[in-house]
Each structure stands twice: as C-alpha cells, then as structure tokens.
C-alpha cells in the first residue's frame, strides 16, 4: 500500500480546515447590542419648584431684607430665569398652562420688586414682594397645590452666605 493517497488525504484535510479556520477568523466577531441610550433627566416640576424657585424667592427676600439691592437685583434675575426654566421643562402640567400661568401671575410683582430694587425702596420692595409671594400662593391654590404655602424668609436657610451688603 502506498502512502501518497494516505498522505494526499491528510493533506487535503488538513488544507481544508486551515482554509475554515482562517474564513472563521476573518469574520467579524458579532457586535454586542448597545446599551440603550439613558434616559434625559427631567425633574418634576416640584422638583424644579424645590432646587430652582423656592430657594431663588428666599434669596431675593432675604437680600431685600438687608437692602443689599445689588444681589436682590442678581436674585431676582435669578428667580425670573428659574420661572423661564421651569416653564419650558413642564408647559403644561395636568390641565395648567404653566407657562401662560406663570407669565400671566408673576410679570407684574416681578416688575414692581424690580423698580423697588432700583429704587432702593426698602418699603416698596417689602410691599411689592409681599405681592409675588402671594400670586405664588394663588397659583399654588389655582393648580389645587393650596397645601404649599410660601412666606417670607424669617431667618435664613443658608447660613453660610451673607446677604448683607459689602462695603467696597
């Protein structure tokens, strides 16, 4: 018997699974499924009611309380920034145009808080603050949330910021 058929046979084998092993290794390896993407945050809008809007209204009562007029005129640009955020994150919540309601409830305070602080009205900003704080309350009680009460500041819940004016 001869071993050139053997050999040819063992050849031919071995020939055919290098060629598989290398179409095997030229494929591309199967690409794991991407992790979905996350989910953009969107705070509730009590959420951006607590971070952005309560502690701006409290800053901007307790900057006036102390006539610091430079930072309640920082506050209040602040406040107004935070009522625009808040307004474009939540339009509409339940049955409210918050938007529409907010425009329509807060310009007129926010004016006349501002003109006090231009002014350096200590009594006309006590007045015209008075005013926000209450049409925040009206609207609390118009989007049935008459449970959240806001006040004036009566001491102050940062107590590692000064809020008196700095002399230069």
């Excluded at 926000?132 to 500041?153: M, S, W």
């Amino acid at each position: 018997m001869s071993l050139k058929p053997i050999a040819l046979a063992l050849l031919t084998g071995a020939l055919t699974f290098a060629a598989a092993g290398l179409v095997i290794a030229q494929s591309p390896a199967p690409t794991p499924a991407a992790p979905p993407a996350p989910q953009a945050f969107k705070p509730s809008l009590g959420d951006l009611m607590t971070m952005t809007i309560q502690p701006r209204h409290t800053k901007l009562g307790l900057a006036g309380q102390e006539k610091n007029w430079t930072y309640a005129a920082y506050a209040l640009h602040e406040l107004e920034e935070s009522f625009e955020g808040a307004a474009a994150v939540w339009p509409v919540y339940g049955k409210t145009n918050v938007a529409e309601l907010m425009e329509a409830t807060t310009k007129e305070p926010m004016e006349a808080v501002a003109a006090a602080i231009k002014s350096g009205n200590a009594a006309g900003f006590g007045e015209a603050y008075a005013r926000l704080t209450a049409t925040c309350n009206a609207c609390h009680q118009a989007t049935e949330r008459g449970f959240i009460v806001i006040q004036a500041p009566r001491g102050t819940p940062f107590p590692d910021q000064d809020f008196r004016p700095q002399k230069p």
